[in-house]
């Protein structure tokens, strides 16, 4: 896959994980706080539909109507998460990437998150980029189900990543917010994040307790859907 090929999977990957369920620990290209814990894996399959004007370099186009985006996420301990991405990029062809984070800072009512990571790691030509995230909930629940929309912060500092179209991402600061509007039966999150070069926005729903993610959202021209699934592998 060459260059040009390779900035457009990971850019639309960051719309097909830019929003989760609305506390979940998959918003991963645009480098956030959240993790699952030790032992839980989370999979995800994502469709992303390409709007050309959008998308198309004058200098260097590319005829891609959709992306497939397949990824998974696993907690090795309570501190320490890696990822790992496989994009299906309609005739580019497929790339896979590897990312992992590091908590140093617990979140608690006072502190919030706070963790170290890089994205695209191993990469042969040296493009891995670093960052470090902070996330905090405004209002989190005291005891039993939340009883009003959950708030989560998000702020990062970071270096800068152009395997998204090509262009700076990620450096200096960027981040955003996830709110969970309801809890559960069904549960639906929000989210609107900017990762330096766009604003990302989705919407995420919830049947009922145990199912799949079902999301949909915007980044820019484009728009995506998919579904992920979080479980306990211990």
């Not at 480098?31 to 894996?41: D, L, M, Y």
Request: hydrophobic share 40%.
């Amino acid at each position: 896959m060459n260059h040009r090929a390779a900035s457009v999977v990971l850019c639309l990957l960051l719309v097909a994980l830019g929003t989760g369920a609305a506390m979940a620990g998959d918003i991963v290209t645009v480098p956030t706080a959240n993790q699952v814990k030790a032992g839980e894996i989370d999979v995800a399959d994502y469709y992303i539909f390409v709007d050309q004007d959008a998308l198309i370099d004058p200098l260097q186009p590319l005829d891609i109507d959709f992306v497939r985006v397949q990824t998974f996420y696993m907690g090795l301990t309570d501190e320490v998460e890696v990822d790992v991405h496989r994009y299906d990029v309609d005739v580019a062809g497929v790339n896979t990437i590897f990312n992992a984070t590091y908590l140093v800072l617990k979140e608690d009512m006072e502190r919030p998150n706070v963790v170290l990571g890089g994205r695209d790691l191993g990469n042969e030509y040296g493009h891995a980029s670093y960052f470090v995230s902070a996330a905090k909930t405004l209002n989190p629940p005291v005891a039993g189900p939340p009883t009003e929309p959950i708030i989560r912060l998000h702020l990062s500092l970071g270096t800068e990543d152009n395997t998204l179209f090509g262009e700076g991402r990620h450096e200096g600061l960027f981040g955003g917010v996830q709110i969970l509007l309801r809890p559960s039966d069904p549960a639906v999150g929000l989210v609107a994040l900017y990762d330096g070069q766009d604003i990302i926005t989705g919407l995420t729903f919830v049947p009922k307790p145990g199912w799949p993610t079902l999301k949909g959202g915007t980044f820019g021209g484009h728009w995506w859907l998919g579904a992920s699934y979080t479980f306990n592998a211990k």
